[in-house]
């Protein structure tokens, strides 16, 4: 049984139409998802989280990263180079195939900056809420009717 129902939850929530489709989702992932490249998602900060991939081999323009519709795409391709394409290997154990890496962000994450140090690409992400949904004191009006107007 690998299908919930998830009706009830959406009489009791507003705006969160997206939600069943992320569970759903998430549980009927492949139990084989790609593992590479390895990476950790950490927080360093009330607002902010770090992404890093480690990319050992790539260069900096081997590597694209692209935020579209709620997901970060990490992606590389490597490029032979003139040393490369003469050699002869007896063993090769650095992996140095393509890949693509997706995260779906949460609302208001946003990716912030990135920089490839020692072999890891670190993605650094803000979550940005706006003014108009952080939480506001609305004061109670007294005496006095509260004058509606019509949108």
Request: aromatic share 8%; net charge negative; hydrophobic share 40%.
């Amino acid at each position: 049984m690998r299908h919930f129902d998830l009706s009830p939850l959406y009489r009791s929530t507003v705006g969160f139409d997206r939600l069943g489709s992320l569970i759903d989702a998430a549980l009927s992932a492949e139990p084989s998802a790609p593992s590479y490249p390895p990476y950790n998602i950490e927080k360093t900060g009330e607002n902010a989280y770090r992404i890093s991939v480690a990319v050992a081999g790539f260069a900096e323009d081997e590597l694209n990263i692209e935020a579209k519709e709620g997901q970060l795409i990490i992606s590389g391709a490597k490029q032979e180079s003139d040393e490369e394409k003469g050699a002869t290997y007896l063993y090769r154990g650095i992996a140095a195939r393509a890949f693509e890496r997706r995260f779906q962000l949460a609302d208001h994450v946003r990716a912030h900056g990135a920089r490839l140090e020692n072999g890891l690409l670190h993605v650094d992400l803000v979550r940005e809420v706006p003014e108009a949904l952080k939480p506001r004191k609305i004061e109670i009006a007294k005496g006095a009717a509260v004058e509606s107007k019509a949108v």
